[in-house]
């Protein structure tokens, strides 16, 4: 089992400039408030961080950047989004040359659906190219509807048959809570599973998750894996305090069906009361201007407060 593997990692949103590169300078002032506030784990370019978006330069560069602004390598989970095993195996590699061990890689995209054997070889093929056997791969289930782009558990079985030491995880971005349970079921005891649908974490009762929401609610987050109330320091007499769940829920809500990445950072802008923070790389769905006011409106009712 991967070690010190726990608690909440952030799936962190990315800023931009005003050319859509990566803003490393309000990254790093991200995560440093971040870990101020006791979140201190991060994967960066995972499914909120755009990661299929950006290159292996960018990445590097980013990496290098958050690092030599404070970030431990050990405090990283870094996303690798390809179709070619060898472009993943760079990345990986020279991200290892940095001092990074942990990564997060996806299924290939491009001319789905591929059978049990050629995703075995995918992955396999990867492994064997980084050369190195001291790092943990953690293998992403994007779920959605048709589940194309998940590796079947027979895949993920022969993977860690394979390679043991290397195959560490899953981070199940599927918002059913049966999706995961069954990867409990199936591979609890060889495996770290890390779910990313916040609902369903105090049911789940694990010690990880990957959450986006953190990059908002840190604490909420952090008090609903642990399954815990809020410690608020001041309750106003008679005023009820919202649980943990609660607050997740309302600010899902809040989320509703607009662009997830573009709507939380939207939320994010306001709260860094910097409007940069609403750009997304393309291809990824942008917010209409009735869709920015509906939302950033709503969210004045959810009242965010710092202790969250």
């Known amino acids: 089992m991967p070690m010190n593997f726990q608690g909440v990692w952030v799936d962190t949103l990315t800023p931009l400039q005003e050319n859509l590169s990566i803003d490393e300078a309000k990254l790093s002032a991200h995560l440093r408030n971040l870990s101020a506030k006791g979140v201190e784990q991060f994967v960066l370019f995972g499914q909120a961080g755009e990661g299929a978006s950006f290159s292996t330069d960018e990445k590097l560069s980013a990496v290098s950047h958050v690092m030599a602004s404070g970030l431990e390598a050990k405090n990283i989970l870094l996303g690798v989004q390809s179709s070619s095993f060898s472009e993943a195996a760079q990345c990986i590699r020279k991200a290892y040359d940095l001092g990074v061990r942990r990564f997060l890689v996806s299924g290939p995209l491009h001319g789905q659906p591929f059978t ?11 492994i064997r190219r980084v050369g190195h056997d001291d790092w943990q791969l953690f293998l992403h289930q994007l779920g959605g509807l048709s589940h194309a782009a998940d590796f079947p558990e027979v895949t993920l079985n022969d993977l860690h048959k394979v390679h043991p030491k290397i195959c560490a995880g899953v981070v199940d971005q599927d918002v059913h809570m049966n999706h995961t349970v069954d990867l409990i079921r199936s591979f609890g005891e060889l495996m770290t599973i890390a779910p990313c649908h916040e609902p369903n974490l105090a049911v789940l009762n694990l010690k990880v998750c990957v959450s986006a929401l953190a990059n908002l609610i840190p604490h909420v987050v952090e008090h609903l894996l642990v399954d815990e109330g809020i410690n608020n320091a001041t309750k106003i007499a008679g005023m009820k305090v919202a649980k943990p769940d609660d607050r997740v829920v309302e600010l899902m809500t809040i989320l509703g069906t607009y662009p997830a990445i573009a709507a939380m950072k939207l939320l994010l802008s306001q709260h860094y009361r910097m409007e940069s923070w609403e ?8 917010l209409t201007k009735e869709a920015k006011t509906t939302l950033l409106a709503t969210f004045k009712t959810f009242n965010l407060q710092a202790t969250e």
């Open 116 to 126: 049990h054997l050629t995703l075995f070889e995918y992955v396999d093929q990867l």
């Open 279 to 286: 750009r997304v790389r393309p291809p990824q769905s942008t």
